[in-house]
Structure formats: structure tokens, C-alpha cells
């Protein structure tokens, strides 16, 4: 299946050894990280490698001074092309390198990640963390294509598997109910021919996000379902971001079912859905740190802010919500 974001191919399901043919003529450099290259260079395309680091820690100004020397003494320009063949961290540097060095260049992505294969490599979102803000310097940016091929998921080990299908359930939950129904009556989400079927369809739900609002001014807010509570837990409690975002989806949905939008049965399928995928819904934390965690996350005074509910399984909307209001649930629920 391929989808288009503007000029940006998505071809999903696509064996690697496409590259060459999208690479064509042109001077390329791919990035990289050491795990990924350990498994997957039998499959990379005649191209220099630049190796980084792994982890969120090695998302910083400096790794990507580290990328621009290599590439100046590679003699690229703004006709060669990156290639990024990794999980969402490699694809965040290297799109935010693509955009950046000679003022541009072109870029495409091979995520290789349950993560980066159905969000963060998709959609043009890059870049760095600094000063404890996490992706505060970054562009939106296209890829000229991203090729999502699934085979690449078998060298995954099962807890990244895990943390990945909670962007899964995140996407159906927001906008597939019949996606959302598949996964449930799934009887084995870990095998990859499963896994041939799900991750194409889950990857559009967010193509289709990024289509209707690419800079994220409303539609696309609503992938931060999960996310808002999520990042402070896996910064207070250090979880994985999968478990984080999982137990964030469980208490932002109780949020909406106090208000009256999701209905207690829907929330009950929203648990056993991630129980089922072995994502922990609950962890106890302190209400008040968690909000203070949201206040400096979000980088303002204000009380209140703009996230997603769930209106439902397959629907959510974008409603102002205050802190005061959700310090009090999460304090309900633990
Ligand atoms: N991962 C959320 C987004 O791309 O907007």
C-alpha cells in the first residue's frame, strides 16, 4: 500500500531492499544507531554509515555536531540524500539533520521500530532535547518517502514490542474502532505476519492525521492521546515510554469517563486491551509531582490545557482540561 503526505511517499509494507531504487543516482549517507546496524547492515544500501549512540540522552545539540563534521568530511550536499534507518530516535536526528544541513536536503526514513513504524516515523516531526525539554528544537519537515517494512520487526525483543503496540491501541482508540475490535479478537499480536497486517493500517490512521493537520493545530493534537500524563510518568517514574503512555491512556480515559464522554464499559476495553497486551495500566504516583511534571513539560503557568478524550472507542476530541481537575483524578485513582 502506498499513501501520500503532500510530496512524502509512504509506502508501507515494503521491503527494504527498495532503497536502492529510491536512492537512484544520488550520494547518500545513512544514519544510524549500533543495535540496528548489528542486525540489519546485510540489508543497508552501498552507502557510508554514521553510527550514534542509543537512548533518549544521546538526543542532544552535540550528536548532531558530531553527524555535521562526519558529513562535511564526506563532502555531502544538498543532492545527497539521508537515509535514517532506525527506531523514533534515529529518525528524529536524522530528519532534523536532513532539514538542517546545506539549508536542506532530501531525506528518507526506514523506521524499524513497532514505534517508528506506525508514529514517529511518519509525519515529518524531528528533532533534539535540551535543557531537560524534550524535542524543544526541531522542525517540521516531510521526508521525500519512508518505507515501512515489517520483516524488519523480527529482531525486535518482546518489551519493545510491548511499548510499541501502545501507539498501536493509541491510534485505533482515537479514530479505527474497527481496528481497535481487530486487536482485541487478535490471538497473537507478537507474530510478524500479524503484525504484516496491523502495522500498515495503523500507520495510515496516522497518515491521515498528518494529512487533515501536518503542523498540528487541532486534529493532530489528538495523537497526544495518552501522552500528556504519559511523559510525566516516565519522567518521574523512568518507565519505558510505551508502559508510560499506557498507564497515561488509562488515566486521561478516566478523565473522560468522569466528565461523561466515555462510557465505563468503553474504559474497561481500553484496560483489558493493554493488559492483554502486557502494559501495565496503573503505578502509583504522587498526583501533585505528576501535574507539576505536565506544568513544566508544557513550558507555561497556565491551569488549564488543550488535550484529547476518548468520546467513545474510535473517537476523541480536543477539550480544555485543568490541572486542579486532573491532579483530583489521578489522586482518585491511586
Ligand atoms: N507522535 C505524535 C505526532 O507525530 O504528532
Redo the contacts with the bound molecule.
Keep these: 500500500m502506498k499513501m501520500n503526505i503532500g510530496n512524502c511517499e509512504v509506502l508501507l509494507d515494503y521491503p527494504i531492499a527498495n532503497l536502492e531504487k529510491l536512492i537512484g543516482e544520488k550520494r547518500a549517507v545513512i544514519i544510524t544507531d549500533s543495535n540496528v546496524r548489528k542486525y540489519h547492515e546485510n540489508k543497508f544500501p552501498k552507502a557510508p554509515v554514521i553510527e550514534i549512540g542509543q537512548g533518549e540522552e544521546i538526543k542532544t545539540l552535540k550528536t548532531l555536531e558530531q553527524i555535521y563534521e562526519k558529513m562535511l568530511n564526506l563532502e555531502l550536499d544538498r543532492a545527497s540524500v539521508v537515509i535514517g534507518i532506525g527506531g523514533g530516535i534515529v529518525c528524529d536526528i536524522a530528519g532534523f539533520v536532513a532539514s538542517t544541513y546545506c539549508r536542506g536536503m532530501k531525506l528518507i526514513l526506514v523506521p524499524t521500530t513497532l514505534l517508528a513504524q506506525v ?2 516515523g511518519i ?1 515529518g ?1 524531528n528533532g533534539v532535547n535540551f535543557k531537560g525539554y524534550k524535542n524543544i528544537i526541531g522542525t517540521f519537515r516531510q521526508p521525500d518517502a519512508v518505507l515501512v517494512d515489517t520483516s524488519l520487526l523480527e529482531t525486535l525483543d518482546l518489551e519493545e514490542m510491548k511499548c510499541g503496540y501502545a501507539e498501536v491501541v493509541k491510534h485505533a482508540a482515537i479514530a479505527d474502532e474497527k481496528a481497535f475490535e481487530n486487536l482485541e479478537n487478535c490471538d497473537d499480536l507478537f507474530s510478524v505476519s500479524n503484525l504484516k497486517d496491523i502495522v500498515p493500517k495503523c500507520a495510515a490512521v ?1 497518515v491521515n492525521v ?1 494529512i487533515a493537520d501536518e503542523h ?1 493545530h487541532g486534529e ?1 493534537m489528538k ?2 492521546f495518552g501522552h500528556t500524563i504519559g511523559h510525566a510518568v516516565e519522567k518521574i517514574l523512568k518507565l519505558p515510554h510505551g508502559q508510560a503512555v499506557a498507564i497515561g491512556m488509562v488515566a486521561e480515559g478516566k478523565i473522560a469517563v468522569q466528565r461523561g464522554l466515555l462510557g465505563e464499559k468503553e474504559m474497561s476495553r481500553l484496560e483489558n486491551l493493554l493488559e492483554k497486551i502486557g502494559l501495565g495500566t496503573k503505578a502509583k504516583m504522587d498526583a501533585k509531582e505528576v501535574v507539576d511534571a505536565i506544568r513544566h513539560d508544557k513550558k507555561r503557568r497556565d491551569e488549564s490545557l488543550k488535550m484529547p478524550l476518548l468520546c467513545g472507542i474510535g473517537n476523541a476530541k480536543i477539550v480544555e482540561v485543568s490541572l486542579e481537575e486532573m491532579e483530583r483524578v489521578i489522586n482518585d485513582l491511586y
Aim: charged share 50%; hydrophobic share 30%; glycine share 10%.
Design positions: 508514529d514517529a509525519g516531526k496516522k498528518v498540528e493532530r495523537l497526544n
